[in-house]
């Protein structure tokens, strides 16, 4: 290659290249037991050097990043759901959940699953806590620490795949004029192929039997279930029917759970600084600069370029870029940038492609870097990140094959 060739190829792909060396970068160190966010942290300085960000600029988006109200609502969030989490492990009501989970079906399957889906449901970093607490009580000693942190992870998040009480989804459709009720009608196959890909891979490994009696009262199991997990419960409708902020509805379900349960001041004292973890909120610092270095440049942006050549079908490059995207950027940003794009550009385009494009922007995000609950899930379960990573692309390997065959069966009909 000549000096006129190769400044011609760094022209076009010089970008990506310097993107694939901060990720190559990032995961090389978390090979050698770097800490999380030790490794983010020098992928952040990565960054800034090879994209020639100048030091104010890099400064003032690190300052930004650090008092931005995304960062601040995470970190308070995590730390409200925590303080309830500490609330309902004093009172026991976690271990009321597991108990009457076991007794209703007799399943640790059943418990390691359903209820981290159940938590999924309250949309905050900080849920992953409690679905970390019941998988590790469901799964015992089964299965290893790195399992448990895919299984609590990966369960506790597929309800971001499709239910509008996540904003992603709820822009989706405001950008498309997809009727929210299609979509999640559309993703409900693929919503049942991401819980049996789960069991097959790893909870089927995990004894269904409990140990445990089987119910004799299965009214009064529900009862117990509801009463261990009301304050959850109620977050979650507060938030789907009332559009309440999760900080407002958590704040209140606190205070009256305070009262209900009869807690004392000298009891729930020690959680005010207890509930603030160091270390998730360094992570969600840098978690939160990384993510906004590289939305700053503007690499998102140059992606159709890089796949608009490829001899593929039209809907997977857009795949290969919401995919990749999401890594880079997180789901919001692609979403912003490339959906209203994807419509234009992909014929007939209406609730089949975007129920591809969400699921690829979904299973991104499960190993993104840039998606701080995995890092909390690794905090959880003090286990790497990579290895997390490791047990997801499987799956989403055979995942991306299904749900191409289901858009193009989509296409027959709509």
Not at 332 to 359: D, H, K, N, Q, R
Not at 361 to 380: F, K, N, V
Request: proline share 5%; charged share 10%.
């Amino acid at each position: 290659m000549d000096h006129f060739s190769f400044l011609t190829f760094w022209a076009q792909y010089g970008d990506f290249i310097k993107l694939a060396l901060i990720f190559v970068g990032i995961i090389i160190l978390l090979k050698f037991k770097i800490p999380l966010s030790g490794a983010i942290g020098i992928g952040a300085v990565l960054t800034v050097v090879l994209y020639g960000i100048p030091i104010w600029d890099a400064l003032l988006i690190t300052g930004k990043s650090m008092v931005g109200e995304s960062t601040i609502m995470v970190i308070l969030n995590c730390y409200l759901i925590t303080f309830l989490q500490r609330m309902m492990e004093l009172r026991g009501h976690l271990d009321l959940a597991q108990r009457s989970l076991s007794r209703l079906f007799n399943s640790r399957r059943i418990n390691a699953s359903i209820a981290p889906v159940f938590i999924g449901l309250l949309p905050s970093p900080g849920a992953i806590f409690i679905a970390g607490s019941m998988v590790d009580t469901a799964c015992g000693d089964y299965i290893s620490k790195e399992d448990k942190t895919f299984v609590a992870s990966y369960f506790r998040h597929i309800p971001e795949s499709f239910l509008p009480t996540y904003s992603s989804i709820i822009l989706a459709c405001q950008l498309t004029g997809v009727q929210m009720g299609a979509f999640v009608l559309g993703m409900v196959p693929m919503v049942a192929c991401l819980m049996l890909l789960g069991y097959l891979f790893y909870l089927r490994r995990v004894p269904k039997e409990t140990g445990e009696a089987a119910s004799t009262d299965k009214l009064a199991d529900l009862q117990s279930l509801c009463r261990s997990l009301w304050t959850i419960a109620v977050i979650i409708f507060l938030i789907v029917a009332f559009n309440v902020p999760v900080y407002i509805a958590t704040v209140g379900v606190i205070v009256v759970y305070f009262f209900t349960s009869r807690f004392t001041w000298q009891e729930i004292k020690p959680f005010f600084l207890s509930a603030l973890e160091s270390r998730i909120v360094i992570n969600t610092f840098v978690v939160m600069i990384f993510k906004d270095l590289l939305t700053h440049t503007n690499v998102i942006t140059e992606l159709p370029g890089l796949f608009e050549a490829l001899p593929i079908p039209s809907f997977l490059v857009f795949g290969l870029i919401f995919f990749i995207g999401s890594i880079v950027a997180g789901s919001t940003a692609i979403i912003t940038l490339c959906l209203p794009m994807a419509f234009a550009a992909v014929p007939g385009a209406g609730m089949p492609l975007m129920v591809f494009l969400m699921s690829c922007t979904y299973t991104a995000m499960q190993i993104s870097p840039t998606h701080l609950c995995l890092t909390l899930a690794c905090e959880h379960f003090k286990t790497d990140f990579g290895a997390l990573v490791k047990r997801t692309l499987p799956i989403i390997g055979i995942f991306y094959i299904i749900l191409t065959g289901y858009y193009l069966l989509l296409n027959l009909f709509f």
